[in-house]
């Protein structure tokens, strides 16, 4: 994504206003040398004032660009979990998002739904993953039915298996609604335990999942990474 131009006016309207005023003053050299004083000093009030009367938010815009480059606008958070799911699925995916976050207070959470716009679908996948200590695949009748689909949990598979922190990270799942039949899961899917909504022993298994201290350890290797990788990037 390139770098756009600023949006920042190379020449600001107090600046501007200092210029026009400096103009009629030079027009006036006939007047004495106090009137001249007085007058630069008006002009340099007017551009303060002008400055002074500017909205919060451009003050606080016009600090922001140079503030930027020193540190970053907004730090990214790692998720407890990221939902691939099924174009059709993506109702029943918020509805699970709020499913866990709000019942179990296992949060932050998305769905890939949810993901940035305007980026390929290989880097969100990628940021989802590995930006999240859980991927769950909402295991429904709509999920084999989308190539895509078939491609983001073959890819989580393969992530957890080749990075040692990501193993078991790959929580299959039956939703209440249009769940996926046993017989009809993908065999590399059948070799996991699948989260089933409908069971009793649903509350248990999440508990059992999502734990904090394995959470910890996939954020602090996480941060890690990324410091490692700006480190080189600045180098």
Not at 225 to 234: D, G, K, L
């Amino acid at each position: 994504m390139g770098i756009g131009k600023s949006k920042t006016d190379p020449c600001p309207l107090s600046l501007t206003w200092g210029k026009s005023h400096s103009v009629d003053t030079s027009q006036r050299q006939h007047k004495s040398d106090s009137k001249k004083s007085e007058e630069t000093s008006l002009s340099d009030a007017a551009a303060h004032s002008n400055t002074a009367e500017m909205p919060t938010g451009e003050q606080e815009g016009a600090k922001g660009v140079e503030e930027m480059p020193e540190e970053e606008a907004e730090e990214e958070v790692f998720l407890k979990f990221v939902i691939l799911h099924a174009e059709e699925d993506t109702d029943e995916a918020l509805r699970v998002q709020n499913l866990l976050e709000n019942d179990f207070g296992i949060k932050p959470g998305i769905i890939f739904a949810e993901m940035p716009c305007g980026r390929q679908h290989l880097q969100n996948l990628d940021d989802a993953v590995n930006g999240s200590a859980w991927t769950i695949l909402l295991l429904t009748k709509n999920f084999l039915r989308d190539t895509w689909c078939k491609f983001q949990f073959y890819t989580s598979l393969m992530n957890s298996v080749n990075r040692q922190h990501k193993y078991n990270s790959v929580i299959p799942m039956r939703p209440l609604n249009n769940p996926l039949p046993r017989e009809r899961t993908p065999f590399a899917l059948r070799t996991i335990n699948a989260l089933e909504e409908e069971s009793r022993g649903f509350p248990t298994q999440v508990e059992r999942i999502f734990q904090d201290s394995v959470y910890r350890t996939q954020r602090a290797i996480w941060k890690e990474t990324r410091n490692t990788v700006q480190r080189q990037f600045i180098a």
